[in-house]
């Protein structure tokens, strides 16, 4: 028995509201279960500098922790003067995902920075910000093309990823804290709406997996991404 009472293959129930800042170009606020992500998509009509003259537009993230969002209080990174190793990593992945989704000459020589702030963790929160991210780029995007910035969508597929791992023995969708901090096999999927992957990461947290075990939770992935693409449609509709 899963410790949240779930079937192997359950997700927790997932919601997305848009527009929750007024100010940036697009936005969501994405709940999965108790974990909750702000994501803000923020257009510059200047490309990074190593892209001038290119042709070609960026789609980058920065990713960030609220001090209260765990049970106990962590120190804000900004009185540190650095980010953690952590941090790096998470944000170069949710830009690594929706880059993958995103035509960037059609898009042109422009900028959109995604921002995820987890206001509350419980669990998959860099999976959470790639899904949610896709949302605000997706709304930011729209804006471009209503206003004849762009003529052609540089938006290829959804992009979303979902978290699966091997706990007490048995493969599960969407792990929460609970079932993270006790995986003996974790692993975060980056997927497209079509199926195609685009990252993979799995780690032997307590026990070693095999192939079979790496088929089974790429299986509840892809389930699990049917449900995160239905609720960005909705959210985007």
């Excluded at 952590?86 to 992945?93: A, K, P, S, V, Y």
């Excluded at 975060?188 to 990252?199: A, K």
Aim: glycine share 12%.
């Amino acid at each position: 028995m899963r410790p949240s009472g779930r079937n192997l293959s359950q997700m927790r129930p997932i919601s997305i509201e848009t527009g929750v800042m007024a100010h940036a170009e697009g936005s969501c606020l994405i709940r999965v279960g108790n974990t909750h992500v702000l994501c803000t998509a923020s257009l510059e009509e200047t490309p990074p500098r190593f892209l001038k003259g290119t042709g070609l537009g960026w789609v980058t993230a920065e990713y960030g922790m609220l001090p209260r969002a765990t049970n106990t209080r962590n120190r804000r990174e900004a009185a540190t003067g650095k980010q953690s190793g952590r941090t790096q990593e998470i944000q170069r992945l949710i830009g690594r995902s929706l880059r993958a989704g995103v035509d960037r000459s059609a898009l042109g020589e422009r900028q959109i920075t995604i921002d995820c702030d987890v206001i509350q963790a419980d669990g998959g929160t860099r999976c959470a910000s790639i899904t949610g991210g896709w949302v605000a780029l997706r709304l930011a995007v729209n804006k471009l093309l209503k206003a004849g910035a762009i003529t052609s969508d540089p938006i290829i597929d959804h992009v979303a990823a979902v978290s699966c791992g091997i706990y007490a023995g048995q493969a599960v969708l969407d792990l929460d804290y609970a079932e993270d901090s006790e995986a003996g096999t974790d692993g975060n999927f980056v997927l497209t709406g079509s199926g195609r992957l685009i990252e993979v990461q799995m780690s032997a947290e307590g026990a070693t997996f095999s192939r079979d075990q790496m088929g089974q939770l790429l299986d509840l992935a892809e389930g699990g991404m049917a449900e995160l693409v239905a609720a960005q449609k909705a959210a985007v509709a």
